[in-house]
């Protein structure tokens, strides 16, 4: 069995561990790493999936600000479980979990660069279709889910590292 907590700053060693083993080593080459240089990831949203046993972790999940246009928006990822374990739930709890605490704390949009067949489940649909692109990786990977009514309307272009818009600020929620 395992248990849901927020990720802990000595959490940071074993979650690199676990996304080598779950990525390979390689996995910082990949485009949406460019969204999370030089940014914090939200931590209120970093969780982390714990054995009940003895506290080992299982899996990890984190997000990211960012912007599409001049609105505000999370990139989810990357998600990572243990991989002798997958197919036991942790990462369905892992995103259950998040994708509800970020709509209670008011987040509305999040992205994420995946495969359809597994996040549909967590409402996630292509994102080209809403005008958005992630400049650099392919349009079918990327894919949008709305945490509110209307999420995306009005709302569509590139997506943006947060850090790299004027000021830092946002306009619209």
């Given at each position: 069995?395992f ?13 690199e561990a ?20 030089e ?13 009940d ?34 197919g ?11 994708l ?8 509305s949009r999040v992205?994420?660069v995946g ?12 994102a080209a ?11 079918e ?6 945490l ?15 850090r ?8 619209a929620a």
């Amino acid at each position: 069995m395992f248990h849901l907590t927020t990720e802990r700053p000595d959490d940071g060693p074993a979650i690199e561990a676990l996304l080598d083993k779950a990525f390979g080593p390689d996995r910082q080459s990949k485009i949406s790493y460019r969204y999370r240089h030089e940014a914090p990831p939200v931590a209120p949203l970093s969780r982390v999936a714990r054995a009940d046993a003895d506290g080992r972790l299982l899996g990890t999940i984190r997000y990211w600000d960012i912007a599409i246009g001049h609105a505000n928006a999370l990139l989810l990822g990357p998600i990572a479980v243990e991989p002798s374990l997958k197919g036991r739930g942790i990462g369905v709890a892992l995103m259950r979990d998040t994708l509800d605490a970020a709509a209670w704390m008011g987040h509305s949009r999040v992205v994420l660069v995946g495969d359809i067949g597994y996040y549909a489940r967590f409402g996630f649909a292509p994102a080209a279709p809403l005008g958005l692109a992630m400049p650099g990786e392919k349009p079918e990977r990327l894919l949008a889910a709305s945490l509110a009514k209307d999420a995306f309307r009005g709302v569509s272009g590139a997506i943006k590292p947060r850090r790299s818009l004027r000021g830092g600020g946002l306009i619209a929620a």
